[in-house]
């Protein structure tokens, strides 16, 4: 049964993360990721972590999202005024793409498990309590650098999306 779930959640998720990337309507991706990101949850609610499902919901299907329909909904995407791209950019892009699935591709090759033994120390690592000292005592530098990156991309997108004056109104 637990099988049968994990291919339909991963079925899902594949088919979601594809239609976020392909779809053309801004709207509709956002959409397709809100979906994405639930079937992701599934994913930990499988794996018995509970705490991972609730926080994956909460935080990105709730405030990202949130954040990036405002931010498109801002920058009026959905209408059609950007040119079409050069050929020539088309083709770097997919080049470029591609190189990244090769590289990809070569690292997990020749990647190795790394075997090592663990000692049991009892603790509950789905303990929010225990999750909180690691983010904070061993996590702290990224968990911040983290929120700054969301800070910068919300300054970026809040001045990309801002009108400009006209020169004769000023």
Known sequence: MVTIIFYILAAITLGTGILTVLSKN???????????????SGHFLLLNALFLAVINIVVYAGAVMV???FTLMLMN???????????????????????????L??????????IENYKAEGLDYQSVNIIG??????YLVPFEFAAIL????????????????NEKNA
């Open 26 to 40: 801004p709207i509709h991706s956002a959409i397709y990721m809100i979906i994405c990101f639930f079937s992701i």
């Open 67 to 69: 954040l990036l329909l």
């Open 77 to 103: 995407l959905g209408e059609q005024h950007e040119p079409k791209k050069k050929v020539i950019s088309r083709v770097a892009a997919t080049l470029s793409g591609c190189l990244m699935g090769v590289v």
């Open 105 to 114: 591709l070569a690292a997990l090759l020749r990647s190795a498990p790394v």
């Open 133 to 138: 000292q690691v983010l904070l005592d061993e």
């Open 150 to 165: 969301l800070l910068a991309a919300m300054i970026g997108a809040v001045l990309i999306s801002k009108k400009e004056k």
